[in-house]
């Protein structure tokens, strides 16, 4: 079942970080459940609140600035997360 967050992201960004690139799926898992900022390969980063993965993709939900929406995300795609 996907489980939805039940409270807004925070207003502000965390300041990225380098040493925390290098994400992949064994390390994402750790974070099914909990609210992190994501950023991507292309350099934009959003709040998402991910519930599974598997088969190479990151499920859950991403705020659209006031809602959260639930989607998709290749895992390869993920650049760092906090």
């Not at 079942?1 to 750790?30: D, E, F, H, W």
């Amino acid at each position: 079942m996907r489980k939805m967050p039940i409270t807004r992201p925070p207003n502000t960004v965390p300041t990225y970080c380098r040493i925390l690139r290098g994400t992949g799926p064994a390390s994402i898992r750790q974070h099914v459940g909990y609210l992190v900022y994501i950023w991507t390969v292309y350099g934009d980063g959003f709040w998402m609140y991910p519930t599974e993965v598997r088969g190479g993709i990151l499920y859950g939900y991403i705020w659209k600035s006031a809602h959260y929406e639930y989607s998709q995300l290749r895992v390869s795609l993920v650049d760092c997360l906090y």
